[in-house]
């Protein structure tokens, strides 16, 4: 698997334009804004869809990714290449990724939501190997959920290694 599977299935996307050919729901979800009550329990929801994808890591669970990734998803990893549902599925059942769960967390989530659409941002911590590589790391990561009136699904992710070239801000 690519780095960006062990950040998307440690995480727990970049913009919402990358998901093509909308269904026909879209156009309805698209007019819709979700009210302050319906945000704060989408929340939950959507939360837990990105910590499903860690889960992922350790069960090597195709289904998984079929549930939580829509099937038009397009993932971007942290060189700028761009996968599919159908390709990310196929890395994971390589078995080319080994992690380690002692070493895999994530924080500073944060949910926004845009109409229907969730934007989660967050940074993942891991300790992991691709095709005998150490790609361990802190990754910022960027996934966009949206509700297509058939449940909540990731329609696009983006990955990027953290970088420290300038001081955090106070």
């Keep these: 698997m690519r780095i960006l599977l062990t950040v998307v299935l440690l995480a727990s996307a970049t913009s919402p334009c990358l998901a093509e050919d909308k269904k026909p729901d879209d156009k309805k979800a698209d007019n819709k804004t979700l009210s302050n009550e319906e945000q704060r329990k989408a929340t939950p929801v959507v939360k837990k869809?990105?910590?499903d994808l860690l889960s992922v890591a350790m069960s090597r669970d195709p289904k998984v990714l079929e549930r939580v990734m829509a099937e038009d998803v397009l993932i971007v990893d942290p060189h700028g290449k761009v996968f599919t549902r159908a390709q990310e599925?196929?890395?994971?059942?390589s078995g080319e990724f080994k992690a380690d769960s002692a070493e895999m967390k994530t924080d500073d989530i944060q949910?926004?939501?845009y109409g229907t659409t969730a934007v989660v941002t967050g940074r993942s911590t891991v300790?992991?190997?691709f095709a005998g590589k150490d790609i361990s790391g802190t990754y910022r990561f960027t996934q966009i959920f949206m509700d297509r009136g058939q449940g909540w699904q990731m329609v696009t992710c983006l990955s990027t290694p953290e970088q420290k070239?300038?001081?955090p801000p106070k």
């Design 49 to 51: 869809l990105s910590e």
């Design 165 to 167: 070239v300038f001081p």
């Design 111 to 113: 949910v926004k939501f």
């Design 127 to 129: 300790k992991a190997k």
């Design 89 to 93: 599925i196929e890395l994971l059942k």
